[in-house]
């Protein structure tokens, strides 16, 4: 179809496509990611049966990046959610300051969904 030369791939392919090209096989990347190798080749061809959203979470959760705006660099989900998780350090001034920077940020209904 015409349309399907315009509508840009969905992020989590996205990842895969540059893991595999980083790690050299699909079989490794299903590995790393902890799913069958045929069950992801299907689902990135389009042909998976069954619905790709668990396969989207643990994609975004282990292949995925966030720009932390607070503390200005790229962290991993994983990281994301450990910040904005953790109890508040009230002993720590600054770690205080990102705990607070955390409860507010905009990453926060990314982190909830990728958990």
Not at 52 to 64: A, W, Y
Request: proline share 7%; aromatic share 4%; charged share 25%.
């Amino acid at each position: 179809s015409l349309m399907s030369c315009n509508t840009p791939k969905p992020k989590w392919i996205e990842l895969v496509e540059n893991r595999i090209e980083q790690l050299g096989t699909i079989q490794k990347v299903a590995d790393e990611l902890g799913y069958a190798r045929p069950s992801l080749s299907l689902a990135l061809r389009g042909k998976y049966v069954g619905s790709t959203d668990r396969l989207e979470k643990i994609v975004m959760r282990v292949l995925g990046s966030i720009h932390c705006p607070h503390l200005d660099q790229v962290i991993t989900p994983e990281a994301c959610v450990g910040f904005h998780e953790r109890e508040a350090p009230t002993q720590n001034p600054v770690e205080m300051r990102h705990w607070r920077a955390c409860q507010k940020c905009p990453h926060a209904c990314v982190k909830k969904r990728i958990t």
